[in-house]
């Protein structure tokens, strides 16, 4: 299992994981947004990782994770679990380093996600139906197979990689007073806090969920990882539970500072009108995270205000339903 993450150490070790990517990712744009600017009162500022490879930030992670296998270990072969961003990242980046790759998919996963999972070369499998359940198949597999499990965010190594964001992020603009981040494991928002409060000891994160699966928000209030029933969700990206000891939870512990949940009709809301207003994708998970920012109105007026687009991977039936319900006023 991962170790416990060490706070002090954990800055630099993100640093290092820049480093070790930059040959293979893209340094994705850190852009100043007009309408939510306006809206806001705040100079908000969007980090584009809905342009980054595989359309989400999940290659930063997977990336990073492969690049630290061992000979052995990549000839061997990984498996992973995904509802479909991690998987696709982890097929990709196997696929750039020679390295077989079995991805579990939950059996309501995204059709979309599948395929290009399947196009980036990796063997799907499904399994499971919470996101939990089949992250715990998957590693089951890895053990009885002799193969490396790459968890999507229980593991130091993807946080890292993940934490690579933080460190453009404070290259490309001035320093922030907060960073709104979806979260589902929490291994974006604990590597991108861990980098940015060393930096910017003064930003506030703020985590954004989904109502229908707020693991990690209810976890921390109570101080445990608990189990909780998650919902459909258009934020199928962070949906699901979260694995017992997972090195994300103290991380989200000491350092997100707030927790918004917002309604599947504030994310729908949202999606339709980043689209309309910026003429890019965004899925589900990128809207958990636009939305909590719409939520706090004029709060952050006058404030420089970070908004995390972690991916564009939504489905053709899943757009289409979200872009009707608007034209028909949902």
């Known amino acids: 299992m991962p170790t416990t993450p060490d706070l002090a150490t954990l800055p630099a070790a993100i640093a290092a994981a820049r480093e070790r990517l930059r040959p293979h990712l893209r340094e994705t744009p850190f852009a100043p947004s007009a309408p939510l ?14 342009l980054q490879h595989t359309g989400s930030f999940k290659a930063r992670g997977a990336m990073h994770r492969v690049l630290r296998l061992t000979n052995d270990e990549r000839a061997r072969g990984v498996v992973a679990a995904s509802s479909g961003n991690h998987g696709a990242a ?28 399947r196009g980036y070369g990796a063997e799907v499998r499904h399994f499971g139906t919470d996101g939990l359940d089949t992250e715990e198949h998957a590693r089951s597999v890895a053990l009885a197979d002799g193969l490396t499990y790459i968890s999507p965010y229980n593991d130091l190594d993807v946080v890292c990689g993940q934490g ?30 861990a980098y940015l409060k060393h930096v910017m000891p003064g930003v506030r994160v703020v985590g954004a969920l989904p109502e229908h699966s707020p693991v990690m928000a209810e976890s921390v209030r109570a101080g445990r990882i608990v189990e909780r029933e998650s919902f459909p969700t258009l934020s199928d990206g962070t949906a ?32 339709r009108r980043f ?24 709060r952050h007026a006058g404030e420089r205000v970070a908004v995390v687009l972690c991916g564009a991977n939504v489905s053709m039936d899943v757009l289409e339903r979200v872009l009707r319900e608007g034209r028909d006023g949902a």
């Open 37 to 50: 600017s306006a809206r806001s009162g705040a100079h908000v500022l969007l980090k584009h990782d809905n």
């Open 90 to 117: 982890l097929a990709w980046s196997c696929r750039q380093l020679d390295v077989p790759a079995i991805v579990y998919v939950p059996e309501q996963a995204s059709p979309a996600k599948v395929r290009m999972i």
């Open 164 to 193: 690579t964001m933080a460190v453009e992020m404070s290259k490309q603009g001035e320093a922030l007073d907060a960073v709104y981040v979806a979260v589902g494991g929490g291994g974006l928002i604990g590597g991108i806090a």
């Open 240 to 271: 699901g539970g979260i694995e017992a000891g997972a090195v994300t939870f103290p991380l989200c512990q000491a350092l997100v500072d707030e927790w918004v949940l917002v309604s599947e009709a504030q994310i729908a809301r949202s999606m």
């Open 275 to 298: 689209i309309d207003e910026h003429h890019q994708l965004i899925e589900g998970a990128a809207a958990v995270a636009v939305a909590a920012l719409e939520h706090a109105g004029m």
